[in-house]
């Protein structure tokens, strides 16, 4: 089973359905050690006034560090985390470190560093936000782009 | 089973947990025909730039015509409908009546009429717009009081 099977086999387990339209996104930040830091996005919209997705991760595995910047007339990305399935530690600065199971959710401040990690059985995160502008992010490791 | 919990289960089922923080909110238009004319909703987030929500509607559950008007520097709410399961069928001023199923998804533009009603089975679908204010609806029919 290559990586984008197994994507859509756990969004299947959790009862998400893809449709024609929809795309998986495998990001590994650059790094090439996806396993590790990277996850997967099936982006359903984005727009100039929103946005949603699912987040997929693998078991352990790390989206590091970023923050969303103001861009223009736009205070930064802010956005909403809610746990469908796993578990996820979820670090945002001046918050510490918080754990969503399913069910719960936090909404990140715009222009606030975070970065998230799945536990022992991967997660899958529902992502609503303000306009995803991926080229915008700013992460901490100077290695990554994006 | 109560109607919240019929709710309950309908999401369960799709593998939807509920958080302690989440609200049912059983809408039937002040018709008092909620089985008919009605829907469940979960309000996951709604701040002043985006909302989600998922939309819980009963076999043959009808949400009446109704618009989101301009209101102030806003050029009303835009929704993006993603169903997850069953079936639902939505008609929109311009576009006319579609058919979405599981994976299937339409965004609805600002202030334009539209309706939709769950098939046989029930259907949910999760919301993705702009802020919603719901107090600001325009109904076709004017014994709606939302």
Redesign the interface.
Known sequence: MNRREEVVRRLAA?????????DVELADFGLGRFEEIGLALVV??N?D????KELVLLPNQLCPEHRHPPVGDDPGK?E?F?C??GEVTLWVDGHGELTLR????F?IPPDTLHWFRAGADGAIV?E???RSTDENDVFTDPQIVR
């Open positions: 959790a009862g998400v359905v893809l449709g024609e339209q929809d359903y919209e727009n006034r929103y946005c949603a802010q909403t809610r469908r399935t399913p069910g719960d959710q909404t529902s609503f936000s303000s």
